[in-house]
């Protein structure tokens, strides 16, 4: 039973409880009111959603980057909530969410917590091949544990030798076997790969075929062959583990495989244009946090003889900082809205809404910084956190170049040499 979609008890018992709990000495500012845009049962879900995080998640969130840790309390807390299934359909145990939710929502954690949105949005970048390649066996096997966050999913496309170049570079292989698939090869930054209980794992199963010779399959945990390696350790999002993941002589039965042969690196393409508004999401939930701190700093610090917020060239920082966030925001809703369509430029939309959202989010960070000074600097305020958790954000679900060569080549094309 989805809470979310049902429970109105526990919403108010939700909102019956205590108000804020704030560790550092700067409050933060009131979350923002209700958006026009918004429909009544998003904004019950994004009601949850904030007093789960002004109570939970805010708390928690310097000790969990301290620690560098996964957060099993907060993977609990979303789970128990029905946040880690929301844009799953219903038939398949989800919550049934549109898209533009699901983005409000990871939003919404990121302002306190990059490394707990994490979670929610790589638990739909897991399970989303299944949901797109799968079969309906498939995702009847699998997407209610994910839905409900009794399982945690990761997803393994990037090589030692093959990031950018997905395709091209990929050495991982799948040689069939009967009715099994004989998966060798090394994984590396797999987001929450050492967690995971099901990990969707890109291989070449015809090297002669390109990016049409490459298949999805679904490895289970414990699977013989599969293991887990190298931790990686990191400058932000330190409490979502980044792992190496090894495929020796690695059996997984050909029901496991996600859609055809040779349709893996479609999937593959596919799943990233619903991912990606994801990632645009975490980082602009990191900007709106990083700003909301620093404007209440701003009024609170006194120098020359005034709160600094009245100093002019402070007020252009903040200025700026909101028109940027704001314009960010307008882009990544249009592409989650496209999302939730399934429109054909929706392939663009994303890539736009992670460029932006990601340069928004590293520009704003930084100023925040700047904006407190030498506190910024200090890790007894949140925001120099939250600029190292920004970073990844231009780096990740394909870096910002690569944003900008799917919406150039939606324009102009990819150029082929002419065959002779
Ligand atoms: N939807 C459907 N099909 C698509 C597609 C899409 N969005 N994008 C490409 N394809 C198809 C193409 O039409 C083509 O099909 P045909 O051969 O039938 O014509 C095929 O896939 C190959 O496409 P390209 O020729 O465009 O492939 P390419 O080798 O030039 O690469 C790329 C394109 C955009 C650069 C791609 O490799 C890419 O996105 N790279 C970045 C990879 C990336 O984002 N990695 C992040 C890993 S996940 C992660 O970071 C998660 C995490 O930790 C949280």
Redesign the pocket.
Known sequence: MCALSTASGMLSAMRRKSSAVTPSNVRRMAVAPPRPDTSDEEEMILDVVRQLVKERVEPRAAAIDADGDFPWDIKRLFAENDLLGIPFPAEYGGVGGSFVTYVKVVEEVSKACASSA?II??QE?GALPILIGGTDEQKRRWIPDLASGAKIAA?A??EPGS??????SMRTKARRDGDDYVLDGTKI???QGSVADVVTVFAVNDPTK???GISAFVVEKGTPGFSVGKLEKKMGIRGSP?VELSFENCRVPAANRLGDEGEG??I???V??K??PG?AAQALGIAQGALDYATEYTKQRVAFGKPISQQQGLQFMLADMKTEIEAARLLLYEAARKCDESAPDM?TWAAMAKLKCGDVAMSVTTDAVQLLGGYGYSTEYPVERMMRDAKITQ?????QQ?QR??IA?AMVG?WSPPKS
């Not at 990031?163 to 091209?168: K, P, V």
């Not at 780096?395 to 870096?399: A, F, K, S, V």
């Open positions: 994490l949005a790589v970048l997803y496309l990037t990031g950018s170049d997905a395709a091209g930054w797999i987001t390109g990016a049409n980044t690196f479609k593959a393409m596919k990233l244009d991912s990606r990632i392939t780096i990740y679900e394909g870096t690569i060569i799917v080549r990819k």
